[in-house]
């Protein structure tokens, strides 16, 4: 079981918080989006188990996870999804969501740390730079979900404030690996859609710790956009990229910018923002749906866990 299964939990949580949002703008039944929240902490259920078998039984495949740069970013998948879980199940149980939240928040710290200790040592190369390492590097962005509600605004900020200064750097160097280094393989290219995320979520949680405080952080929104029609056309051909676990990436991303285009509608009034808010909502729902769905079919078949 690959580390950025995860994923999962942080596509199927990141869709129910963006239709839970959505409700200030348009006509959601109010189930819609808890029914995501709910599948969010079973697979997280399930993968934390599955994964604790694995760390027993295969520890010398944990430790490939937590030593190689190139998989390395793809850990902090598990942190990141503890936490928007804990933002899904807030308003249902303070005590799981404290549990959920406290349990992501240091172990994300302590992978960015090692993160550190790694690009550091000269242990990266440009061949290991990849997606992931916005994941583990600015997974941060995430913590206001949670850590605002749960009172932990300072950790919650101060985490906010790290990865969103990290990430103009390490999207520049996944952009000149495109350019300059090797290209990835088809089954790791959903890993470019991860690409959406700063810009959208530092929009979202910039706008709500420094509302009203005159910061142009709308102008990300619009970026997102514009990368996001590029991705789109670049990944046009993906039906013919092999599935796995790396497909997960696809999700959490596109949830991302629809919660930006959420929050841009709400605050935009009129014109076509919201029609394209429920647009971009329609177009996650539809590639989370395929994903679960492939994802079941794999399992079942037995093809989930293959190496790719």
Same mark, same amino acid.
């Given at each position: 079981m690959?580390?950025?299964?995860?994923?999962?939990?942080?596509?199927?949580?990141?869709?129910?918080?963006?239709?839970?949002?959505?409700?200030?703008?348009?006509?959601?039944?109010?189930? %819609?989006?808890?029914?995501?929240?709910?599948?969010?902490?079973?697979?997280?259920?399930?993968?934390?188990s599955?994964?604790?078998?694995?760390?027993?039984?295969?520890?010398?495949?944990?430790?490939?996870?937590?030593?190689?740069?190139?998989?390395?970013?793809f850990?902090?998948?598990?942190?990141?999804?503890?936490?928007?879980?804990a933002?899904?199940?807030?308003?249902?149980?303070?005590?799981l969501?404290e549990?959920?939240?406290?349990?992501?928040?240091?172990?994300?710290?302590?992978?960015?740390?090692?993160a550190?200790?790694?690009?550091?040592?000269?242990?990266?190369?440009?061949?290991?730079?990849?997606?992931?390492l916005?994941?583990?590097?600015?997974?941060?962005?995430?913590?206001?979900?949670?850590?605002?509600?749960?009172?932990?605004?300072?950790?919650?900020?101060?985490? %906010?404030?790290?990865?969103?200064?990290?990430?103009? %750097?390490?999207?520049?160097?996944?952009?000149?690996?495109?350019?300059?280094?090797?290209?990835l393989?088809?089954?790791?290219?959903?890993?470019?859609?991860?690409?959406?995320?700063?810009?959208?979520?530092?929009?979202?949680?910039?706008? =709500?710790?420094?509302?009203?405080?005159?910061?142009?952080?709308?102008?990300?929104?619009?970026?997102?956009?514009?990368?996001?029609?590029?991705?789109?056309?670049?990944?046009?051909?993906?039906?013919?990229?092999?599935?796995?676990?790396?497909?997960?990436?696809?999700? %959490?991303?596109?949830?991302?910018?629809?919660?930006?285009?959420?929050?841009?509608?709400?605050?935009?009034?009129?014109?076509?923002?919201?029609?394209?808010?429920?647009?971009?909502?329609l177009l996650a729902?539809?590639?989370?749906?395929?994903?679960?769905?492939? =994802?079941?079919?794999?399992?079942?078949?037995? =093809?989930?866990?293959?190496?790719?």
């Amino acid at each position: 079981m690959p580390v950025g299964l995860f994923g999962a939990v942080m596509g199927l949580a990141g869709l129910g918080l963006a239709w839970r949002a959505a409700a200030a703008i348009l006509p959601v039944p109010a189930l %819609f989006a808890e029914l995501w929240i709910c599948l969010a902490l079973l697979a997280l259920a399930a993968l934390m188990s599955c994964y604790a078998v694995k760390s027993v039984r295969h520890f010398s495949a944990v430790r490939e996870e937590l030593t190689n740069p190139a998989l390395l970013g793809f850990c902090a998948t598990l942190p990141v999804g503890l936490t928007l879980a804990a933002a899904g199940v807030e308003p249902y149980s303070k005590v799981l969501a404290e549990l959920l939240w406290w349990m992501g928040a240091p172990l994300l710290l302590s992978l960015q740390a090692w993160a550190l200790v790694l690009l550091l040592s000269g242990r990266f190369r440009l061949a290991h730079v990849n997606g992931g390492l916005l994941i583990v590097f600015v997974g941060g962005i995430v913590m206001p979900f949670a850590g605002l509600p749960l009172g932990h605004a300072g950790l919650s900020t101060a985490m %906010f404030c790290a990865s969103a200064t990290a990430a103009p %750097f390490v999207m520049g160097a996944i952009l000149y690996r495109m350019i300059a280094g090797p290209a990835l393989p088809e089954a790791l290219r959903p890993s470019w859609f991860i690409l959406l995320v700063p810009p959208s979520l530092i929009y979202v949680n910039g706008d =709500t710790l420094w509302t009203g405080q005159g910061m142009p952080l709308e102008l990300l929104h619009h970026l997102a956009l514009l990368m996001a029609a590029a991705l789109l056309y670049a990944a046009r051909g993906c039906r013919r990229w092999p599935f796995g676990a790396p497909w997960w990436a696809f999700t %959490f991303p596109l949830d991302a910018l629809a919660g930006a285009a959420v929050r841009y509608a709400g605050k935009h009034a009129g014109g076509p923002w919201t029609v394209l808010a429920g647009m971009l909502l329609l177009l996650a729902t539809a590639v989370v749906t395929v994903v679960l769905a492939r =994802t079941l079919f794999a399992l079942a078949r037995g =093809t989930l866990l293959k190496p790719v």
